[in-house]
């Protein structure tokens, strides 16, 4: 398993507390409902979608 070294800031911004902010934004901007789900990637572990996930057991969140 590759170990990724990130930097604080990139820590923070890739957060699931920065997700979950950014999908209440987006709800809030949009009225349309936003799915914090998780990824496979290190660099983006978490990432905010209008869409539902195709893995249920990837989705974080659901801000309505």
Known sequence: MTVIALSAR???LSSLENAYAVAIQLR?????DQFVVRTDNPIQPF???????HH????LALVA
């Open 28 to 32: 809030e901007s949009t009225g349309v």
């Open 47 to 53: 990432r905010v979608s209008r869409c539902r996930p």
């Open 10 to 12: 990139r820590n923070s």
């Open 56 to 59: 249920p057991e990837s989705l």
